[in-house]
């Protein structure tokens, strides 16, 4: 048996902070606001992860009024939806996921992003990819405001619960 899921996440930009995207840091002049680390992709894929297991969202499990996850590294949040993910008997078999910004200009870090989410996913390298896009000087992230994500996931039944 297969599901699938969708995540999308948006975090706008703020002075002060370091740019996490995907466990990374990168090298910019602004970070993104947020309650954790503010990972824009990480939460992306946790709400993917979590809708295809049909656990609600990041905001159930990790709420932003919790002074637990005040400034926490979103890639521990990505650990605690795997285990919730394997407790449901599943594994990745595919996590595709989109950046939208304007800049910084983020393919110098994609190999890296990829890399460091292959060991939290733990899958296969193949199966993670990462895209960026921009929107033409449109909207929020093309006023450079902030930065949008966007992930689908395909899990894979492999035990019953």
Known sequence: MHRIGIGYDVHR?????????GG???????????HSDAD????????????????????MHF???DIAYKD????ILLEKVMVLMKECGYRIVNCDNILILEKPKIAPYIQRIREKL?????????????????????????REEGIAAQSVVL???????
Do not use: Q, W
């Not at 990374?24 to 947020?34: E, F, H, N, P, T």
């Not at 992709?41 to 295809?52: P, T």
């Open 13 to 21: 930009f703020t002075e002060g902070r370091p740019l996490i995207l």
């Open 24 to 34: 990374v840091k990168i090298d910019y002049s602004k970070g993104l606001a947020g």
């Open 63 to 65: 709420p932003d009024n």
């Open 40 to 59: 824009v992709l990480i939460h992306s894929i946790n709400d993917a992860i979590l809708g295809a297991c049909c656990l609600g969202d990041i905001g």
């Open 118 to 142: 292959f060991t939290i996913l733990e899958t296969e390298l193949n199966t993670i990819n990462i895209k960026a896009t921009t929107t033409e000087g449109l909207g929020f992230c093309g």
């Open 72 to 75: 926490i590294s979103s890639t």
């Open 155 to 161: 899990l894979e039944k492999i035990r019953k619960i």
